[in-house]
């Protein structure tokens, strides 16, 4: 990702030559549909900046420390912001766009830098990029691009706003989680079985993400294995660590069922290893059954 400061500082030079000399010209607001973000006339005057807390795991670690309130959404508080931005980074770790962070931390957590007394938008381009590549993902989750998200409402490339990266530089993927990435976790369920706190077969309803750990909230399809002193536990919640700095390819649909195997561990159920419900695995725990713990 380019740095966003420099990005930014290059836009907001490239506005005040376009409009000649430093002079700020009228702009005339577009017609578009509603819901309107931006253009702004100017930041509402109780605007404020505030540092990026660690708990916000969505835009915490971005490459500027403090943001502007209120957002682009029209969040005002901070409690507000973690409140709404809790939905979005499952997407994040689809890794559907490299830019959909800077995109959704564009609107949720706009830059606060000295000197500039407002909120700097998304470009359309970035807008349109992430939406393009991201709308298939959000939809087998169930959810549509919302029109909140609407792009015909931000401005073309060349004004102020933060531009997609059009380096053309390629960018890392993001690590897999060790849960997702067991190659051979269907042979060590075989060998280990009994040494599991729990193996189940569940479907995932939602993810939340905290800045190390990710919750799965779940809705258990067929308990094969539940340890005795597991009696009392919810099986409703599910975590697995190095949440949001990683991805989970395996869980890419929510009418999916997946095998989960893990322990208990500081009152959490920590997932070991999670697998794609198919034949293999149906066959596997079929003999499992048997086993005697």
């Avoid at 029109?147 to 073309?156: M, V």
């Avoid at 939602?206 to 919810?234: A, C, F, Q």
Wanted: contains cysteine; glycine residues 6%.
């Amino acid at each position: 990702m380019k740095n966003l400061q420099l990005v930014i500082l290059y836009t907001i030079f490239a506005f005040v030559i376009s409009t000649g000399s430093g002079k700020r010209k009228q702009q005339k607001r577009p017609k578009i549909r509603r819901p309107l973000i931006f253009p702004q006339p100017a930041q509402p005057p109780d605007s404020k900046c505030e540092i990026i807390p660690e708990h916000f795991g969505l835009c915490y670690g971005m490459e500027y420390p403090r943001m502007r309130l209120p957002n682009l959404l029209g969040h005002a508080t901070m409690t507000e912001v973690l409140q709404q931005s809790r939905f979005w980074p499952p997407l994040v770790s689809k890794g559907c766009n490299p830019e959909t962070r800077k995109f959704l931390c564009s609107l949720f957590a706009p830059v606060c830098m000295k000197g500039i007394d407002r909120s700097i938008p998304p470009c359309r381009g970035l807008c349109e990029a992430v939406r393009d590549n991201c709308s298939r993902t959000m939809r087998n989750f169930g959810y549509p691009w919302p029109e909140i998200l609407n792009c015909t409402q931000f401005p073309q490339q060349g004004q102020m706003c933060i531009e997609e990266d059009r380096s053309g530089l390629p960018t890392p993927p993001p690590k897999v989680c060790q849960p997702c990435r067991r190659r051979r976790a269907l042979q060590y369920l075989k060998t280990k079985f009994c040494s599991f706190d729990f193996v189940m077969k569940v479907r995932v309803k939602n993810l939340s993400y905290g800045y190390d750990e990710t919750r799965m909230v779940i809705k258990p399809k067929h308990t094969i294995r539940w340890d005795k002193s597991l009696r009392g536990t919810r099986k409703n919640d599910l975590w697995m660590r190095d949440g949001f700095h990683c991805r989970c390819s395996v869980i890419n649909n929510i009418k999916k069922s997946y095998l989960v195997t893990g322990w208990k561990t500081a009152n959490k159920l920590v997932v070991h290893s999670i697998l794609k419900w198919n034949k293999k695995s149906k066959r596997v725990v079929k003999r499992l059954k048997r086993a005697k713990c």
